[in-house]
């Protein structure tokens, strides 16, 4: 899945993003909206990770996603 995607499809793909980062708040997922830099700066916030490995789980995390993370409402 590509960031266009995640970012049109955000209000599905929150709950994943929760299940995956417990520690993220509705608050950090709100101000992410999707947006694959602020998504990584509130992974690496709440995890006390390096810049670079909060991209890199994010990057892995939706390199994971596919169409079935995407429901109809």
Same mark, same amino acid.
């Given at each position: 899945? &590509?960031?266009? !995607?995640?970012? %049109?499809?955000?209000?599905? $793909?929150? /709950?994943?993003?929760?299940?995956?980062? =417990?520690?993220?708040?509705?608050? &950090?997922?709100? !101000?992410?909206? %999707?947006?694959?830099?602020? $998504?990584? /700066?509130?992974?690496?916030?709440?995890? =006390?990770?390096?810049?670079?490995?909060?991209?890199?789980?994010?990057?892995?995390?939706?390199?994971?996603?596919?169409?079935?993370?995407?429901?109809?409402?």
């Amino acid at each position: 899945m &590509d960031w266009n !995607r995640v970012e %049109g499809n955000w209000k599905q $793909l929150k /709950g994943k993003a929760k299940q995956k980062w =417990g520690r993220l708040t509705d608050d &950090d997922l709100t !101000r992410a909206a %999707g947006r694959r830099e602020e $998504l990584a /700066g509130r992974v690496q916030e709440r995890y =006390g990770l390096a810049k670079d490995a909060a991209q890199q789980q994010v990057d892995e995390w939706i390199r994971g996603a596919d169409d079935s993370w995407l429901t109809k409402q």
